[in-house]
């Protein structure tokens, strides 16, 4: 079992950045896919990104945020990352980290059914 926290949200102005964290608990970190998704009042929690573990380093990211957003991790930190740039206001939601244990598969998941694991959220605002 693995518990997660995020951290790093924030209020921010519209093209600015913020780096959100996920810290997991455990030692088995590394054998966990990872994924952010996003929850906006009155919405459906949404798909941002997702990398792989197991060795591997596969990303995926939703249209929405591609090329504006940078998902990554430190498995000797336990830590999932997610740099954002150039955010919009239509980025403000609260932020969820979310993990699916995958030993041996180097799997990305985009929906939250795929994953078993998730932390409390992070807000982030951006203003226009």
């Known amino acids: 079992q693995v518990q997660l926290v995020e951290s790093g949200g924030g209020l921010v102005q519209g093209g600015g950045s913020l780096r959100l964290s996920c810290a997991a608990s455990g030692r088995t970190f590394s054998n966990y896919a990872m994924g952010w998704f996003r929850q906006a009042p009155g919405k459906e929690r949404e798909f941002v990104a997702s990398i792989s573990g197991s060795g591997g380093s596969t990303t995926v990211y939703a249209d929405s945020v591609k090329g504006r957003f940078t998902i990554s991790r430190d498995n000797a930190k336990n830590t999932v990352y997610l740099q954002m740039n150039n955010l919009k206001p239509e980025d403000t939601a609260v932020y969820y980290c979310?993990?699916?244990?995958?030993?041996?598969?180097?799997?990305?998941?985009?929906?939250?059914?795929?994953?078993?694991?998730w932390g409390q959220g992070t807000q982030v605002t951006v203003s226009s």
């Open positions: 979310a993990a699916k244990l995958a030993i041996g598969h180097i799997v990305v998941l985009t929906t939250v059914s795929g994953y078993d694991y």
